[in-house]
């Protein structure tokens, strides 16, 4: 269980780890935190020829509260933005959602944009992100571009990123108080069997799932309330096409979307 | 840029519980492997080289890191800490170490170095941690023998015993 050879980059700036993320693309992978990608190489699940190393360039560690939004730089660590101050304010759902990612050992190195990256179909993180709505910033050499949390989550550990791109950060809209979370996981840190996330809308509410379908997956309903709502949950948690495997069976995560469903929509929508 | 060639090893040069050390390292080598066999600081166990059982857990400039998940060329300028810079001197143990060995916090051991380490970090910043809170940080941590009831009453024991005596200011850890 040890990594085959590559070369290792230690980016001093933004633009050498573009630059060396275009020459090799596909062939290089950017090390952030390490909490995902090292065990991959470990296992050999990922054999890169190139790793860039993000964690000593400064201006990507950085938190930028603006109205209405929260922009979260690539390298910023998990750890990091649990301890903003003001986290609970701008971030309700994060501030609430992020002690479920991992534990204190693993969120000390581990960053946001990191797991967003990474699109593991359990994670906290990118479920947040499409329960809120963000988007994330991707730079290429002379390219920026935009995508849309619903977008970029393509499949299970796959994304709209380009081999070539860098997440430069995420934004995540802010202010909601009205968000609730919960989460069912064998221990607490462990991936999470069934992760749910409510956000208040305008006109209802969104209730995002994270942990059956392959990608976190959100719906926009109106004010459901007794057998309407019932009946969307129910539905909804057979769209997400659970399936059995060693953590718990298809059933048990159904009876879980539904029954943490129809808790957190009736405490947002109170 | 520093860019290190995967076929070439390179010098680190780094702080290992107060004293500078180096070694030589190729980029694929990780921290754990390069504790042990290039330094010789066997004191950081390996269990599962994946992030998932603790027993390679350290501190790197302050904060926890698994070392299994860490490169050894990453570290480079840091400051490390790892269980053998626990004891105050070569025959005595420190509070929390001690607090161990009083409850049998530990059988075999396997898992102690690195449960150490994250329970050394937490007190520091956390002098009065709540059990819950000694629960969740052990979450971190997988012991195979003991069982987490002792770990988390030595816990709670140093956390007291370290209190008193910041109250009659001793800074002896
Ligand atoms: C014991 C343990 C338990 C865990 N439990 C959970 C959990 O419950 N929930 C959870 O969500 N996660 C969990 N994780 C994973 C989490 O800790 C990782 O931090 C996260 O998945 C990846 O972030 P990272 O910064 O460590 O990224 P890395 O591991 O460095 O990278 C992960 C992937 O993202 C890519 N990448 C990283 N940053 C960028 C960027 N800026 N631009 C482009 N690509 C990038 C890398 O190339 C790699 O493919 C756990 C990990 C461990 C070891
Ligand atoms: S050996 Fe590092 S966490 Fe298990
Ligand atoms: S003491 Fe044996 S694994 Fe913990």
Known sequence: MKPAAFD?????????????????????RIIAGGQ???????????????LIDIMRLRELDRIDSTSGSVKIGAGVRQAALLAWPELATSLPLLSKALPWTGHAQTRSRGTVCGSLAHADPSAELPLALVALGGELHLRSAGKQRKVAAREFFAGMMATARADDELIEAVSFPSGNARCAFREVARRHGDFAIVACAAVATKDGVRFAVGGVADVPTARDWPRLEGSALDDALNGFA??????????????????????IGRDLVREVLQ | MTRLSSAQRHLVRFTLNGKPV??????????????????????????CEHGVCGACTITVDGELARACLTLAVQIDGCELRTVEGLAPAPDRLGVLQAAFRRNHALQCGFCTAGILMSLDHYLRAHPKPSEAEIRDLLSGHLCRCTGYTPIVQAALEAAAELAELSRSDHRDV
């Open chain 1, 8 to 28: 290792y980059v230690r980016a001093e700036t933004l633009g050498e780890a573009i630059e060396v993320l275009a020459q090799h693309g596909g062939d290089a």
């Open chain 2, 22 to 47: 180096q070694g030589e390292a190729e980029p694929r080598l990780l921290l754990t492997d390069f504790l042990r066999q290039t330094i010789g600081a066997t004191g950081t166990h390996v269990g």
């Open chain 1, 238 to 259: 057979h769209e997400l096409d659970a399936r059995d495997d060693v953590h718990a069976t298809a059933r048990y995560r159904r009876d879980l979307v539904r029954l």
């Open chain 1, 36 to 50: 995902s990608l090292m065990a991959m190489l470990n296992m050999r699940l990922a054999r890169p020829k190139v």
